[in-house]
């Protein structure tokens, strides 16, 4: 895997750059975004979420404590 690919749009991994390369890379500013820039970015990539976990029930939490023989 190339680093590009894994670091997205840093050639390199992002925290041994200096900040100007990362918001140059990232087409920012120091100041922040303008709300305008920040809503086409919501709505071209969405909102900056993580996926909801689904919760593991009673019965399967109680089958999964004997997963691992040797606890």
Known sequence: MSDTSRFGAFPVAPHSQPAAACLAALDAH????????????????GPNRLPEVRA????????????????
């Open 30 to 45: 120091p100041d922040g975004l303008t709300g305008a820039e920040a809503g086409r970015r919501l709505a071209e990539h």
């Open 56 to 71: 593991r029930g009673p019965v399967l939490r109680f089958l999964l404590q004997f997963y691992n023989v040797l606890i």
